[in-house]
């Protein structure tokens, strides 16, 4: 088996393999661009009357699939497992715990994010004008998701999507689309209107056409190269989009940590998901002073994870989800140990069948190496020691990218401080990896690792369309700048430089005999 996925253009269909084992697990339509249009129309008829719902009647759907998917905890796990390669166990706390945790949040708050905003506007409120902010859902929003996290990953951006309005169109990963059939069949026997859940199955050609079936959002998760051109097809209707791309996610741990503990997170972080979460630990930096420690306790801990297939019980780390990020890791190891790496432990592909690659670790690293500057999306942990604070934070952000981030210390301010140096979307203090399974906080990268956010409140107002509602109470008068701009006027205005825009009611009433003649000109 070369691929994980089988591509015909006579039958048309994807199949889904489990890379665990090699067994195929089904196959599904490669859905046509006709065919993408066509689920586009029929979320777009479907929108209007479910954005006429009130928040709670909409919440209620969601609730109600968010119990079903309770329900059918132990099936969708498996599924998850079986499609991805990774453990059962993660299956469950890193992907349908969090989407549990979003159906409940977002079913219960978006009423409350969402609310009418209104502005103050200084002086001009003074003058009977007031300002409110309104958000009206976006129409369509086509989300294009990947296959690291199946569920999770569309599930949660489905659901903020559904609350704020809106009718969506997934394009799963090719990799994983059973997995998200699933959520699109959860929905349907929680009752969600026909039309507003539209799942594509297929590859990149399918996403790319639904990005020209001109969505009014796209929300795509996915590797840079991908993200740039999405960005760029995108450009071309002016269809906004939210960029959640790789990383290379660096982890500090200066000499005052503990080390247990920092060993045990750098350990999770690095190895959970076989390494492949955008959030990894890819990079770890420890104090030359606690390097040794730190090490053997990383060693021993790596030690004990027992590599098996995803859905054996007791498996900590699966197979990899696919044979070309296997490739690439192998890659990065080989190159890292040509310049001069040292393989700790690992480093070799696994005698079992399957993609599995062993948990590894790497010293003797250095920013020359693949490994330490492109994404590895692998379980490898490459360790390098630092001496100073400012050449931890220089080489944390020696990257061109930027998703997350961690110090280690049992100082909270001095990991506060660090943390606001470090360039990322999120920066952690002794933590790793699972703030993306927090509904309330905002997700997102900056440089190579994107733009917009999702998750929490900015996350729904990326799904929204600000209106501003301006009313102006006193509609028997006049603007004091509208026409006629003779001699008078051009005093008022004068004035007003000088004093209105000082913000000072003070200052502003003396330009008062000026403005009562503009308003009321004596006639001659
Ligand atoms: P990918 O870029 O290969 O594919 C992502 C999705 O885009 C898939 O559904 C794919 O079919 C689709 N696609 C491919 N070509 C397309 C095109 N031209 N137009 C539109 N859609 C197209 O990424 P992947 O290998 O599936 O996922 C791994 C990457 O995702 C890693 O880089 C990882 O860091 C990143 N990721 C980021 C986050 C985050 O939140 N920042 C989360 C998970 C994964």
Same mark, same amino acid.
């Given at each position: 088996?070369?691929?994980?996925?089988?591509?015909?253009?006579?039958?048309?269909?994807?199949?889904?393999?489990?890379?665990?084992?090699?067994?195929?697990?089904?196959?599904?339509?490669?859905?046509?661009?006709?065919?993408?249009?066509?689920?586009?129309?029929?979320?777009?008829?479907?929108?209007?009357?479910?954005?006429?719902?009130?928040?709670?009647?909409?919440?209620?759907?969601?609730?109600?699939?968010?119990?079903? &998917?309770?329900?059918?905890?132990?099936?969708?796990?498996?599924?998850?497992?079986?499609?991805?390669?990774?453990?059962?166990?993660?299956?469950?706390?890193?992907?349908?715990?969090?989407?549990? !945790?979003?159906?409940?949040?977002?079913?219960?708050?978006?009423?409350?994010?969402?609310?009418?905003?209104?502005?103050?506007?200084?002086?001009?409120?003074?003058?009977?004008?007031?300002?409110?902010?309104?958000?009206?859902?976006?129409?369509?929003?086509?989300?294009?998701?990947?296959?690291? *996290?199946?569920?999770?990953?569309?599930?949660?951006?489905?659901?903020?999507?559904? &609350?704020?309005?809106?009718?969506?169109?997934?394009?799963?990963?090719?990799?994983?689309?059973?997995?998200?059939?699933?959520?699109?069949?959860? *929905?349907? #026997?929680?009752?969600?209107?026909?039309?507003?859940?539209?799942?594509?199955?297929?590859?990149?050609?399918?996403?790319?056409?639904?990005?020209?079936?001109?969505?009014?959002?796209?929300?795509?998760?996915?590797?840079?190269?991908?993200?740039?051109?999405?960005?760029?097809?995108?450009?071309?209707?002016?269809?906004?989009?939210?960029?959640?791309?790789?990383?290379?996610?660096?982890?500090?741990?200066?000499?005052?940590?503990?080390?247990?503990?920092?060993?045990?997170?750098?350990?999770?972080?690095?190895?959970?998901?076989?390494?492949?979460?955008?959030?990894?630990? !890819?990079?770890?930096?420890?104090?030359?002073?606690?390097?040794?420690?730190?090490?053997?306790?990383?060693?021993?801990?790596?030690?004990?994870?027992?590599?098996?297939?995803?859905?054996?019980?007791?498996?900590?780390?699966?197979?990899?989800?696919?044979?070309?990020?296997?490739?690439?890791? !192998?890659?990065?190891?080989?190159?890292?140990?040509? #310049?001069?790496?040292?393989?700790?432990?690992?480093?070799?592909?696994?005698?079992?069948?399957?993609?599995?690659?062993?948990?590894?670790?790497?010293?003797?690293?250095?920013?020359?190496?693949?490994?330490? #500057?492109?994404?590895?999306?692998?379980?490898?942990?490459?360790?390098?020691?630092?001496?100073?604070?400012?050449?931890?934070?220089?080489?944390?952000?020696?990257?061109? *990218?930027?998703?997350?981030?961690?110090?280690?210390?049992?100082?909270?301010?001095?990991?506060? #401080?660090?943390?606001?140096?470090?360039?990322?979307?999120?920066?952690?203090?002794?933590?790793?990896?699972?703030?993306?399974?927090?509904?309330?906080?905002?997700?997102?990268?900056?440089?190579?690792?994107?733009?917009?956010?999702?998750?929490?409140?900015?996350?729904?107002?990326?799904?929204?369309?600000?209106?501003?509602?301006?009313?102006?109470?006193?509609?028997?008068?006049?603007?004091?700048?509208?026409?006629?701009?003779?001699?008078?006027?051009?005093?008022?205005?004068?004035?007003?430089?000088?004093?209105?825009?000082?913000?000072?009611?003070?200052?502003?009433?003396?330009?008062?005999?000026?403005?009562?003649?503009?308003?009321?000109?004596?006639?001659?």
């Amino acid at each position: 088996m070369s691929t994980q996925v089988l591509q015909s253009e006579q039958t048309r269909e994807i199949v889904s393999y489990d890379p665990g084992t090699g067994a195929e697990l089904g196959r599904v339509p490669l859905t046509s661009p006709e065919e993408v249009a066509q689920a586009v129309s029929r979320a777009r008829a479907a929108q209007p009357a479910w954005a006429g719902l009130s928040f709670k009647e909409r919440g209620r759907v969601i609730l109600k699939a968010r119990e079903i &998917m309770l329900g059918q905890i132990d099936e969708l796990c498996t599924l998850i497992s079986r499609e991805t390669g990774k453990p059962v166990s993660e299956a469950t706390s890193m992907e349908v715990v969090p989407t549990l !945790e979003a159906m409940h949040y977002f079913s219960h708050h978006t009423a409350g994010l969402l609310r009418p905003q209104k502005i103050d506007i200084g002086q001009y409120g003074l003058m009977g004008r007031s300002s409110r902010i309104i958000y009206k859902p976006m129409g369509v929003v086509g989300i294009i998701s990947p296959w690291n *996290f199946p569920l999770g990953t569309p599930a949660e951006e489905v659901v903020m999507a559904l &609350m704020s309005g809106n009718a969506v169109v997934l394009k799963p990963s090719e990799l994983t689309p059973l997995t998200a059939l699933k959520i699109g069949e959860i *929905f349907t #026997r929680a009752g969600l209107p026909e039309g507003l859940l539209e799942i594509v199955t297929g590859d990149g050609s399918t996403g790319a056409a639904l990005i020209q079936a001109r969505v009014d959002k796209i929300m795509f998760t996915g590797s840079v190269a991908t993200g740039k051109r999405v960005a760029e097809a995108a450009a071309k209707h002016l269809t906004p989009v939210v960029l959640e791309l790789g990383g290379k996610d660096p982890m500090v741990v200066l000499a005052d940590a503990d080390i247990e503990n920092a060993a045990r997170g750098a350990v999770w972080g690095a190895f959970a998901n076989s390494g492949q979460a955008c959030a990894s630990v !890819e990079r770890c930096y420890v104090h030359e002073s606690i390097a040794p420690h730190f090490l053997a306790r990383v060693l021993a801990q790596t030690q004990a994870l027992r590599q098996e297939v995803g859905t054996k019980e007791g498996t900590d780390v699966g197979a990899m989800t696919n044979e070309r990020q296997l490739r690439l890791v !192998e890659e990065h190891v080989l190159d890292a140990v040509e #310049r001069g790496a040292k393989v700790v432990i690992g480093g070799e592909r696994s005698s079992l069948s399957g993609y599995f690659y062993p948990p590894t670790v790497l010293t003797n690293v250095d920013h020359r190496m693949t490994i330490m #500057r492109e994404e590895t999306f692998g379980p490898v942990l490459p360790v390098m020691t630092f001496k100073t604070e400012d050449e931890a934070i220089q080489l944390a952000n020696d990257s061109v *990218f930027g998703l997350t981030a961690s110090v280690w210390t049992r100082d909270i301010a001095r990991g506060r #401080r660090l943390a606001e140096r470090i360039e990322a979307g999120t920066v952690m203090v002794n933590e790793v990896l699972y703030t993306h399974g927090i509904a309330q906080t905002p997700w997102g990268g900056i440089k190579e690792s994107g733009y917009g956010r999702t998750h929490g409140r900015m996350g729904l107002l990326e799904l929204v369309s600000p209106r501003h509602i301006h009313v102006n109470r006193i509609s028997f008068l006049p603007d004091l700048w509208w026409f006629r701009y003779d001699p008078g006027a051009q005093k008022l205005f004068q004035g007003l430089a000088t004093h209105f825009t000082t913000g000072s009611l003070i200052k502003t009433s003396r330009l008062l005999p000026l403005m009562v003649r503009r308003l009321f000109p004596r006639r001659k």
